[in-house]
Structure formats: C-alpha cells, structure tokens
C-alpha cells in the first residue's frame, strides 16, 4: 500500500518561512503528478501547487504564486515545497499528493489517487 510521507510543518510568524518535503514509501508506477494542497478549518481542500514529474511542468494557486515554489527530487522521488513571505492566511493542514497516471488538472484534489496524512502549518501575525 502506497503511502505519501510528509515533513517540515511547523509554526512560524509572519513574513518567514518554511519548506515541506514529501515522498513515497513505496514505488509509484508510473508516477507522472506530484503536488501539494491545504485545508483550513472551515474551508474546502485546495490546490496549492502541483508539478509534473516527467514534464517538470509547475501549477501554481495565484494565493501562492511569487511566494511558494514546488520543486521535485526524480532520484528520490521527492517533492518539496519552499514557502517563503508567509502570511496567517497560509495556515492550514497541508497535504501531499500522487498519481500515476496524467492530470488533466493538477491543482484538483480528485485528480490524485494517493495522499499523505498532513502536514500543519501555522502563521502567526
């Protein structure tokens, strides 16, 4: 059984940053889509960033553009996310994602078959 295992969560103020790392327990076939999305209390899971590992493509929510950058590791099958200029907006359980197959649209949670348990991320003003 596929499981996404994620890192680097944390609590930090406003302005700084963090970076989130995720990667397979086991291998994915065929992996072709790796990206990240977030859920706050109340609110509905969103995409935050996605990329393509063969087209090395990136997807980006405009929330987050200027400030995140995803970036891939193919050697290790790893996915990070660099978030930088952080704001308390940001704050949210984030969550890896995977699929083997093509996405027809990367920042859609139903688009991706595998998920991570989450990771927390807090901002405070």
């Known amino acids: 059984q596929v499981h996404l295992v994620e890192s680097g969560g944390g609590s930090v103020q406003a302005g700084g940053s963090l970076r989130l790392s995720c990667a397979p327990s086991?291998?994915?076939?065929?992996?072709?889509?790796m990206g990240w999305f977030r859920q706050a209390p109340g609110k509905e899971r969103e995409g935050v960033a996605a990329?393509?590992?063969?087209?090395?493509?990136?997807y980006y929510a405009d929330s987050v553009k200027g400030r995140f950058t995803i970036s891939l590791d193919n050697a290790k099958n790893t996915v990070y996310l660099q978030m930088s200029s952080l704001t308390p907006e940001d704050t949210a359980l984030y969550y890896c994602?995977?699929?083997?197959?093509?996405?027809?649209?990367?920042?859609?949670?139903?688009?991706?078959?595998?998920w991570g348990q989450g990771t927390q991320v807090t901002v405070s003003s």
């Open positions: 994602a995977a699929k083997g197959a093509w996405v027809e649209t990367p920042l859609v949670a139903d688009e991706y078959d595998y």
């Open positions: 086991v291998y994915i076939f065929n992996l072709r889509y």
């Open positions: 990329a393509g590992i063969r087209t090395r493509s990136t």
